[in-house]
C-alpha cells in the first residue's frame, strides 16, 4: 500500500484547508492513521490521529481547529483545519500503522503554508 497526500498549498489566515491521504490499496488492516507535520529544522509533531476508530492524539496547538477522519470505503484519510495560523506553516505527512505488527507506511508530504 501507498499513501498520496494532497490538499496542501498557501492559504490566508483564519482560512480552510482540507488534505486528503488517498492509498492506493485496502486500508483495512491498517488500525491507526494520522497526520503529523514537520517545519524544516523542528521536530516532527504528531497532529492528530485514528486508533480503532477512536480519534486520539491530536496536539494541543491544533485542538479544536483540526478534524481526523477516514472514509474506508475510498481507502483516504482526512485532515480538515479549520481557524488556520501562520504557526500551522509545514510539511504535513499522512500514515497508516499496522498496531498488531508495527509496519506502516507514509505519504511523501504536501506542503502548508498559512499567510498572515
Known amino acids: 500500500v501507498q499513501l498520496q497526500a494532497s490538499g496542501g498549498g498557501l492559504v490566508q489566515a483564519g482560512g480552510s484547508a482540507r488534505l486528503s491521504c488517498a492509498a492506493s490499496g485496502s486500508l483495512s488492516s491498517f488500525d491507526t492513521v494520522g497526520w503529523y507535520r514537520q517545519v524544516l529544522g523542528k521536530q516532527r509533531e504528531r497532529v492528530a490521529q485514528?486508533?480503532?476508530?477512536?480519534?486520539?492524539g491530536s496536539a494541543d496547538s491544533v485542538e479544536g481547529r483540526f478534524t481526523i477522519s477516514r472514509d474506508n470505503a475510498e481507502n483516504t484519510v482526512y485532515l480538515q483545519m479549520n481557524s488556520l495560523k501562520p504557526e500551522d506553516t509545514a510539511v504535513y505527512y499522512c500514515?497508516?500503522?499496522?498496531?498488531?505488527?508495527?509496519?506502516?507506511?507514509w505519504g511523501q508530504g504536501t506542503q502548508v503554508t498559512v499567510s498572515s
Open positions: 500514515y497508516a500503522r499496522q498496531s498488531y505488527s508495527g509496519y506502516s507506511v
Open positions: 485514528i486508533a480503532k476508530s477512536i480519534s486520539t
